[in-house]
């Protein structure tokens, strides 16, 4: 089985999501799916299935995250120095606008880019792999050829 390399934020986050899906979401919807069952004829009792269609959800997430959490390789960035890897939190600037953005490279699993999350198999993640302060970039995205310039270079 191939590892997945995550944060230990990450690792953390999911965790706290299958706890809730277990100890929160599971008892409730199967709650949801007695109640609807009291209400008779289950062919056209539309919070029935509406109920049983969101324990099937759960119930593959619950499957998902397990599978993601056993096969999860933490990287502690903290732990780490040097040239750009997983786990850096490093501050770009584009060389065309001038504007300053800063990521962290994280997982697949963890990614969220509206929060600064950058995935690791991300162009611009793997553009950055090896690179250090001042080095410049040059990134194929789906807007075109973009240049950075790598301000800083963080470990936390």
Known sequence: MEKIPMTRAGHAALDEELK???????????????????????????????????????????????????????????????????????????EDTDEERTYQIVGEAEADIENGLLNIKSPLARALIGKEEGDSVEVRTPGGERSYEVLQIRYV
């Open 20 to 94: 809730a899906l277990k100890s929160v979401e599971r008892p409730a919807v199967i709650r949801a799916i007695a109640e609807a069952r009291e209400h008779g004829d289950l062919s056209e009792n539309a919070e029935y299935h509406a109920a049983r269609e969101k324990q099937s959800f759960i119930e593959g997430r619950i499957k998902e995250l397990e599978g993601l959490l056993s096969r999860a390789d933490v990287i502690d960035p903290a732990r780490l120095s040097g040239p750009i890897k997983f786990g850096a939190t490093v501050t770009l600037v584009d």
